[in-house]
């Protein structure tokens, strides 16, 4: 096509791809395409908007390291990470929310029961549930792993004060797919603000606060894996979550408690706690692959 026009430039873009190409490759570009030629004429988008653009691409990529990718924190603070695990997942199982930046592989294994708190500052919080198919059904051998920051709102990966996975484990659970943890309670924390994104956040009046949350996955052969967090029903930024991560089935009580005979039998701690502790109650619901 020689003689490109506004009207004609989308098509004209469909028309130079290979009719071999992958279909769903093709499709997911053609919608891209068309979306991104459509916002330019909606917005009469103007060239030192779209430098600007560019340039927070530019941006983002300058900052990224191996451990920091600003591209998915972009992606997070525009609620398109959120989107994508929402449209992953629509069914009857617990909602998946962001991964986020701070997992690490090789947590230490603990068994049911066992405890995260260790020297960490705070009350300790009692966390209890199932791992259960959407039948009711407990997940014999489903793997749990739970990430969280301490009290001062760091994980381990970004504070020299804490040991090497502090406040990280995994644990596999029994027959009856009941999991049980001693931890200590989360805080909420800031995004990496210091970049491009930060910028974004602050043009925009928004701020960059998480509800505090703790990270979990959880897998078990025959089993759509779960990546998701769960969040304390208190939290001061749970309507402004920084990255869209809230759903109703992932908020979660803390409830406080003052009589030790409440703490279940088999914690490795046994009743070596500190009044009020708090404990939490929450079922991981899985869906079949
Ligand atoms: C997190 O929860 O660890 C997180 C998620 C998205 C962006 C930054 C942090
Ligand atoms: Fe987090």
Redesign the pocket.
Known sequence: MKDVKIETITQAFLDYCGEDTDPRTMFVLKKMVEHLHAFAIETQLSHSEWMRGLEFMYQAGEISTPERNEF??AS?VTGL?SLVDMIGSQHEGTSSS?????HVTGAPEIPVGGDLKNDNDGATVVIEGLVRSTENIPIEGAVIELWQTATNGL?SNQDPVQPDYNLRCSMTVGKDGRYAITTVKPAPYK??DDGPVGDLLRATGRNAW?PS?L?FIIQAPGYRSLVT?VFSSDDPYLNTD??F?VRDDLVMDYQECRNLEELPDDLSIGRDVTVPFYKVDFDFVLVPE
């Not at 962001?98 to 701070?102: H, S, T």
């Open positions: 998915v924190l997070d990470s962001v991964l986020g930046p701070f994980y995004i990496p998480r949350h990270h967090e920084a990255v991560g």
